[in-house]
């Protein structure tokens, strides 16, 4: 295993655990535990995923979507969401650029291209 690439991945996850948005994120968290009406609907999202993971019914999927609504539409729960969201987006654009060095750009400058995997 390269050391090169072992002290780049450390370095990198030194980087993401001292980000702003990771911070974020757990601050929302720990605001998030800290509200019993939050927390409570967190964990009535939580029991209908299981629920939906056992049966997979469509009433099943309605109650899912209903109580999800219901948590996002609380203040807290909704801070939360979207920090969890900014930190999604940054661990999505990391894993792109790592993606693209070990594949190469998808963009190969061919014009009308129709996904010829170039």
């Known amino acids: 295993m390269s050391a090169e690439v072992i002290k780049k991945a450390s370095e990198l996850a030194e980087a993401i655990a001292s980000s702003e948005e990771l911070a974020n994120l757990r601050a929302a968290e720990a605001k998030l535990q800290m509200d019993p009406e939050a927390m409570e609907l967190l964990q009535e999202v939580q029991r209908l995923q299981q629920m939906v993971q056992?049966?997979?019914t469509a009433?099943?999927?309605q109650q899912l979507e209903e109580a999800f609504n219901k948590f996002a539409e609380n203040e807290v729960a909704k801070e939360y969401l979207e920090a969890n969201q900014r930190f999604s987006q940054?661990?999505?654009?990391?894993?792109s650029l790592l993606?693209?060095?070990i594949e190469g750009p998808k963009h190969h400058g061919c014009s009308g291209c129709s996904g010829c995997g170039m």
């Open 54 to 56: 056992m049966s997979g």
């Open 59 to 61: 009433e099943a999927m």
């Open 90 to 95: 940054m661990l999505e654009t990391v894993n």
């Open 99 to 101: 993606r693209e060095a």
